[in-house]
């Protein structure tokens, strides 16, 4: 029943900052105009995805966990999640800034939420002239500093804005402040958590007159004062290759181009592996049996599986993820 790529319905979330992107770049159906999120595989509470296609359709990604069991994520996977999925896979779209934001680590998030922290990264699968994103601090500073600027409305001052564009990718690690820019369609790739904590949403209100809450406290005790060069990510882009761009326990992202045909023997990992397709389209391919993608769209290899064949005559570039 495992023996071929998976696709999940996504999860399609409306947004104060949500955009068209995902419905006119990424061909997301829907008949709203702020689409901010598209969870496309997702195992959070109350958001668990559901089988799109094959034998195994209508299925939750719960159900195929307790069932498929090692056979789905791997040995040493399940023995260390079990019946919970590691990972939330999205596509978001920015069109118009999000708040300026942290997330809690393991310990942090255990403890206070009873949930799993949040190191994250992201791809940038397009952006318009001049977008940006906030990562960082400009500067190491104190949280008499900090809390100074905040309280006055001045924190943009002290945050480090990095210009992006198509293929740029940046890892971001729990307690490091960070916003999505106005114009921005990137692919995260996250621990399975759904915490975040605003310290700043840009003085907006909703069609109510409503501001978002913002958790200044709790951010006070998970936020990371350094200025750290550690979250933009070089890779190369070796063709029919899996070029790597951020690995950590959580997980491990690659960049895979493919043209023409390339077989993958997965048989060292004893993970499931997901590709997010970027760009272009392509068949994956799996015991004889195959679906296609195309951009915007995500499949699954149960961990079973030890060989995948991807086809693709006219080129694709794929997010290549699995847990070590």
Same mark, same amino acid.
């Given at each position: 029943?495992? @023996?071929?790529?998976?696709?999940?319905?996504?999860?399609?979330?409306?947004?104060?900052?949500?955009?068209?992107?995902? $419905?006119?770049?990424?061909?997301?159906?829907?008949?709203?105009?702020? !689409?901010?999120?598209?969870?496309?595989?997702?195992?959070?509470?109350?958001?668990?995805?559901?089988?799109?296609?094959?034998?195994?359709?209508?299925?939750?990604?719960?159900?195929?966990?307790? +069932?498929?069991?090692?056979? &789905?994520?791997?040995?040493?996977?399940?023995?260390?999640?079990?019946?919970?999925?590691?990972?939330?896979?999205?596509?978001?779209?920015?069109?118009?800034?999000?708040?300026?934001? !942290?997330?809690? #680590?393991?310990?942090?998030?255990?403890?206070?939420?009873?949930? &799993?922290?949040?190191?994250?990264?992201?791809?940038?699968?397009?952006?318009?002239?001049?977008?940006?994103?906030?990562?960082?601090?400009?500067?190491? /500073?104190?949280?008499?500093?900090?809390?100074?600027?905040?309280?006055?409305?001045? /924190?943009?001052?002290?945050?480090?804005?990095?210009?992006?564009?198509?293929? #740029?990718?940046?890892? /971001?690690?729990?307690?490091?402040?960070?916003?999505?820019?106005?114009?921005?369609?990137?692919?995260?790739?996250?621990? +399975?958590?759904?915490?975040?904590?605003?310290?700043?949403?840009?003085?907006?209100?909703?069609?109510?007159?409503?501001?978002?809450?913002?958790?200044?406290?709790?951010?006070?005790?998970?936020?990371? &004062?350094?200025?750290?060069?550690?979250?933009?990510?070089?890779?190369?882009?070796? $063709?029919?290759?899996? @070029?790597?761009?951020?690995?950590?326990?959580?997980?491990?992202?690659?960049?895979?181009?493919?043209?023409?045909?390339?077989?993958?023997?997965?048989?060292?990992?004893?993970?499931?592996? /997901?590709?997010?397709?970027?760009?272009? $389209?392509?068949?994956?391919?799996?015991?004889? @049996?195959?679906?296609?993608?195309?951009?915007?769209? +995500?499949? !699954?290899?149960?961990?079973?599986?030890?060989?995948?064949?991807?086809?693709?005559?006219?080129?694709?570039?794929?997010?290549?993820?699995?847990?070590?």
């Amino acid at each position: 029943m495992l @023996n071929y790529p998976l696709k999940f319905k996504p999860i399609l979330k409306e947004k104060i900052w949500g955009g068209k992107k995902l $419905k006119e770049v990424l061909q997301k159906r829907s008949d709203r105009n702020d !689409l901010g999120e598209s969870w496309e595989i997702s195992g959070v509470k109350n958001d668990i995805s559901e089988v799109a296609n094959g034998s195994l359709q209508g299925q939750t990604l719960t159900q195929l966990l307790k +069932t498929y069991k090692a056979e &789905f994520l791997g040995s040493k996977n399940f023995e260390n999640f079990s019946s919970e999925f590691p990972l939330l896979i999205k596509f978001i779209d920015a069109n118009t800034e999000l708040s300026v934001q !942290l997330h809690p #680590d393991d310990e942090i998030a255990r403890k206070k939420h009873d949930s &799993f922290g949040k190191t994250e990264m992201w791809y940038i699968v397009q952006a318009d002239n001049g977008a940006e994103i906030n990562i960082g601090f400009k500067k190491s /500073i104190s949280e008499s500093e900090y809390l100074e600027h905040l309280n006055s409305g001045r /924190i943009t001052e002290l945050l480090n804005f990095e210009k992006v564009k198509k293929g #740029d990718a940046f890892f /971001i690690n729990p307690g490091k402040v960070h916003t999505i820019g106005t114009g921005v369609l990137l692919a995260e790739i996250q621990q +399975t958590s759904d915490i975040t904590y605003r310290i700043f949403d840009w003085d907006r209100v909703d069609e109510h007159g409503n501001a978002r809450e913002l958790h200044t406290g709790l951010a006070l005790q998970a936020i990371d &004062f350094e200025k750290k060069e550690d979250f933009l990510r070089e890779y190369s882009k070796n $063709k029919n290759a899996s @070029n790597e761009i951020a690995s950590c326990k959580y997980f491990t992202t690659n960049y895979l181009p493919v043209s023409g045909k390339l077989e993958k023997d997965y048989s060292q990992l004893d993970s499931f592996i /997901i590709y997010m397709c970027v760009s272009g $389209k392509a068949e994956i391919s799996v015991s004889g @049996n195959s679906e296609p993608i195309q951009m915007g769209e +995500t499949v !699954l290899i149960p961990a079973k599986n030890n060989n995948v064949a991807i086809h693709s005559e006219a080129g694709v570039e794929l997010l290549e993820v699995y847990i070590k």
